[in-house]
């Protein structure tokens, strides 16, 4: 995988997943989303790359486990990525 520098602000990830802001945040703590990026004081976004990655495991039916390992990877492969 690529690293995107496209970033999503959170409307556009609620928009994307069909869901409201609660629910991304909610997918975040339970592990099924990757952790917001600071981009300011009060900015966040997320890599559109991971979005699109997520997106599509859960189009293909991939389970909660599945996805955790998933979001820990694109999560292991940003913070390699800042080093």
Do not use: N
Not at 14 to 20: D, R
Not at 25 to 42: E, I, M, N, Q
Not at 46 to 62: C, F, K, N, S, Y
């Amino acid at each position: 995988m690529s690293m995107s520098f496209k970033i999503l602000r959170l409307p556009s990830v609620c928009a994307l997943m069909g869901c409201s802001r609660s629910t991304i945040y909610r997918l975040v703590a339970d592990g099924l989303w990757t952790k917001p990026v600071s981009l300011s004081s009060g900015c966040i976004g997320w890599p559109e790359d991971e979005v699109q990655t997520i997106l599509g495991a859960r189009v293909a039916g991939m389970a909660d486990g599945e996805i955790r390992r998933l979001t820990t990877a694109l999560q292991a492969q940003r913070e390699a990525f800042s080093a």
